[in-house]
């Protein structure tokens, strides 16, 4: 897969909060099908990567490139549009709109126009049940998570950015996201995920990216590095 072409590509991007500078000069690649994880310490500056490749951060310096279109200053709108769609950690859902209606947002907001898209979403995700009526409001944490992964896949993405979708699950809802994940990069979509969970890391991903301090300080196959980063 990683012969597959770029679709995200992230050239020496900085971002500052204030003067404290957050990210310094991160870049890696996400190729088409792949799964790349970014794992690290609190306060290393994942969200914030996150945050700069979805638009809704400036970075200081650096590109953003969707397919090799420079995507750096577009708003975070449009990156969705294109085909950036994400998930926050800490849960985003609309509360008062039903588990479908929180979907729909998500193909509206998407790349592409598919009527279908919600349906296919809520299928993959099991939300297609009774749970499709309901509001999202006092759902468990592990079908809010899924909820909202089905609202970033509903507009049909080329990245999908997956910040700590295994926080709160359940180690049978883990698997059953994985599996889903997994389908979802054979398919073509390119993952890059934000994981503490280094089973899920070494079962999910092609790639790991160790981030400290605002830098990538090691890549590789997940059997190498984290071996190296130790358990
Ligand atoms: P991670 O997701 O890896 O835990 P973050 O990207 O959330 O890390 O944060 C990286 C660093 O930037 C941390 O030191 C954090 O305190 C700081 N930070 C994050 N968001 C803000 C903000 N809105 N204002 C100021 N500092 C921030
Ligand atoms: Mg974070």
């Given amino acids: 897969r ?8 992230v050239r020496g991007l900085q971002a500052r ?21 970014v794992i690290g310490p609190n306060g290393a500056g994942k969200s914030t990567l996150f ?14 490139l969707l397919a090799d279109r420079d995507i750096t200053r577009l708003p975070a709108h449009t990156r969705t549009r294109l085909g950036i769609a994400r998930t926050f950690q800490q849960l985003a859902v609309f509360p008062s709109l039903t588990v479908a209606e929180n979907v729909r947002v998500g193909a509206e907001q998407g790349r592409v126009a598919d009527p279908g898209a919600v349906d296919r979403a809520l299928r993959l995700f099991g939300l297609d049940g009774p749970l499709r009526t309901l509001p999202a ?84 196959p ?4 984290l071996d190296e980063v130790g358990p």
């Fill in 2 to 9: 990683r012969s597959a072409p770029v679709v995200l590509a």
């Fill in 17 to 37: 909060y204030g003067g404290f500078t957050a990210l310094d000069g991160v870049g890696l690649d996400v190729h088409r099908g792949q799964v790349a994880a």
């Fill in 137 to 220: 409001a006092g759902l468990p944490t592990g079908t809010l998570r899924r909820v909202e992964l089905a609202r970033a896949l509903a507009g049909s993405p080329r990245v999908l950015l997956l910040d700590e979708p295994a926080a709160g699950l359940d180690s049978a809802e883990v698997a059953a996201m994985a599996r889903v994940l997994k389908a979802l990069a054979a398919d073509g979509t390119a993952l890059l995920v934000v994981e503490h969970d280094l089973d899920l890391v070494a079962d999910l991903a092609d790639v790991v990216h160790v981030m400290t301090a605002g830098r990538i300080v090691a890549s590789g």
């Fill in 222 to 225: 997940p059997d190498r590095v």
């Fill in 51 to 64: 945050d700069c490749l979805a638009g809704t951060l400036r970075p200081a310096r650096g590109q953003v």
